[in-house]
């Protein structure tokens, strides 16, 4: 029983979640995903230089319906990083132009900034029962939730949705695949030569 005991013997290193700090555990979350990481890497390799994306001379005008749909996803794949910079462009000029939003979102920020602060002191107790810290962050966004509603939250999300695809598709439907580009010089060179 003695050299049972022996081999239980040691210490353990377990650092409480609870003495981590807010960003670290959210940066833990969402980083220690393999697959968003690789998501995020592979979307921040594929962005295309912007004087080949906004080139002017790529653009055309599909002869026909029929190459439209193939044009689409090989534009959407190969500019995959682009159009996700384009949709974070509208969601900042979204923001930046509703004010009545962009104070919404400093005022909910704000209560968490304030939070995060108020905990790193001593934990809040109500009525004798202590409060998570995901618990008054949920408190936060219930009384958040109609502020956003009077600013017009629900308006600007389909806005930049809309605006979105709209921008995209427009791109991805008019810009040309390289086999397009390369279709096209040859015929000219063979309409040049007879």
């Not at 991805?172 to 010089?185: C, I, K, L, P, R």
């Amino acid at each position: 029983m003695a050299d049972k005991e022996g081999l239980l013997e040691g210490q353990l290193d377990y650092v409480p979640s609870e003495k981590n700090s807010f960003k670290s555990r959210i940066m833990s979350l969402t980083l220690s995903n393999v697959s968003a990481r690789e998501w995020f890497h592979k979307t921040r390799e594929s962005v295309k230089p912007w004087t080949e994306f906004l080139n002017s001379k790529k653009f055309a005008i599909p002869k026909t319906v029929a190459p439209l749909p193939k044009r689409i996803f090989k534009n959407i794949e190969a500019f995959q990083g682009n159009y996700l910079f384009v949709f974070l462009g509208l969601v900042v000029v979204c923001i930046i132009t509703s004010p009545l939003l962009l104070v919404a979102i400093a005022a909910c920020l704000g209560a968490c900034y304030i939070i995060s602060l108020k905990n790193q002191e001593q934990k809040i107790t109500i009525m004798g029962r202590e409060v998570t810290l995901a618990q008054q962050y949920a408190a936060v966004g219930a009384l958040s939730f109609p502020l956003f509603w009077l600013a017009g939250a629900g308006s600007a999300v389909f806005w930049v949705i809309g605006a979105s695809f709209f921008v995209i598709m427009l791109h991805a439907s008019f810009y040309m695949t390289q086999e397009e580009q390369e279709g096209f010089d040859l015929e000219l060179d063979v309409v040049q030569t007879v």
